[in-house]
């Protein structure tokens, strides 16, 4: 820790430099009087050159704001019409798939019921024939079993 008294040293120090260059700038500043006038001028000048800029671009800002406000309730809106379009086209092509199918599933019933009676056609063709072989294995068995007549007679 610094003492008491070097703390007040460099406090006076700190004052007289502070001091000095306050009186400096001040002779500075009374002396640049007229110079500072005209500076003040140019400033004002400007200043008002900037006002006006400032002034021009927020009217240029509003005006590009509504414009873009425009565009964007006109997007909007054809967002919105390209939802609703998009929709009812996807309604229509699920009833237009949905219709397709649907008869497409009655011609399938109606092809698989004739193949159906086709097969039970079939079956009881199949199950004629079956009767029919076991009539005619019946029927070659009895004719085996019967005495057979020679073609010439034999001699005794």
Known sequence: MRKP???????????????TLIIGCEAENLSDTKSNTA?????????????KE??????QHKKELKQQEGLLTKCQQE???????????IRDLMDSALNDITEEVARLREVNENLKSQVEELQREN??????????????????????????PQPL
């Open 79 to 89: 967002k919105d019409a390209l939802v609703k379009l998009s929709g009812e086209g």
């Open 5 to 19: 008294a070097q703390k007040m040293l460099l406090l006076a120090v700190g004052i007289v430099v502070a001091t």
């Open 39 to 51: 500076k003040s001028k140019l400033v004002a000048a400007e200043n008002r050159q900037l006002r």
């Open 54 to 59: 400032i002034k021009d671009l927020k009217k």
């Open 127 to 152: 199950d004629n024939l079956k009767r029919l072989i076991t009539q005619l294995k019946k029927e070659l068995e009895e004719l085996r079993k019967r005495p057979t007549i020679p073609d010439k």
